[in-house]
């Protein structure tokens, strides 16, 4: 259900922060992998916020 909504796989809501604007605390579940080797052989290292300004909705 959360992919529909926001349009992102292997994302989950956590929280809705505020509705306008749209602010979406979202949480990634896929497995996570280095973008320049693919091994999928790591560890945590931080975290951090990413702010989508502009997501497709219903096709637009």
């Known amino acids: 259900m959360e992919r529909i909504l926001i349009g992102l796989p292997d994302f989950t ?3 809705i922060v505020s ?3 749209a602010v979406i605390e979202v949480e990634y ?6 973008p320049h080797c693919q091994s999928r052989a790591l560890r945590l290292k931080d975290s951090f916020w990413r ?3 502009n997501v497709p909705f219903r096709g637009r």
């Open 51 to 53: 702010f989508i300004r």
């Open 19 to 21: 509705v306008q604007p």
């Open 29 to 34: 579940t896929g497995q996570p992998a280095c």
């Open 13 to 15: 809501i956590k929280k």
